[in-house]
């Protein structure tokens, strides 16, 4: 069944700074990717998302109207992470958003601490991958 048009159907959270490591988190229906990075080394992990988890991500994206979110905020630090968050909708419609820790924009930090949150819990599943830290690399089903 499509997706409704106000419904996600991708969901991008990109934050690795490259000395710190970071994390990168991919979903695409309920399916889920998460690469977990330290210095230039990275584990993935892939599992299914719980649906009332995805209805959450959808209520945040929504209420928060991330399509049009403003973002308030100032230079930061030189080595500051800048985390982005990539969302389409089943409209088509997409918008990929990034601000510092110092920049002020309530919906955009929610739905980043969903995401981490997230991405804390794939340890708890099967590794898939660990070896280099590949930037450049993307889940075979998002091609």
């Not at 229906?29 to 995805?54: I, K």
Request: hydrophobic content about 40%; aromatic content about 10%; some cysteine.
């Amino acid at each position: 069944m499509p997706a409704a048009a106000g419904d996600l159907v991708l969901l991008l959270l990109r934050e690795v700074h490259p000395l710190q490591g970071g994390r990168v988190v991919w979903i695409l229906g309920h399916s889920t990717v998460v690469q977990l990075v330290d210095r230039a080394q990275e584990q993935r992990y892939r599992f299914e998302l719980d649906p009332a988890e995805l209805r959450g991500l959808n209520r945040v994206v929504s209420e928060h109207d991330f399509l049009h979110l403003t973002i308030v905020g100032d230079m930061g630090k030189p080595d500051e992470v800048r985390p982005e968050i990539f969302v389409r909708l089943g409209s088509g419609q997409e918008r990929s958003v990034a601000k510092k820790q110092s920049e002020y924009c309530p919906g955009f930090d929610l739905l980043r601490d969903r995401l981490v949150q997230i991405a804390e819990r794939a340890v708890k599943f099967e590794r898939e991958f660990a070896g280099p830290y590949d930037f450049t690399w993307v889940p075979p089903d998002w091609k």
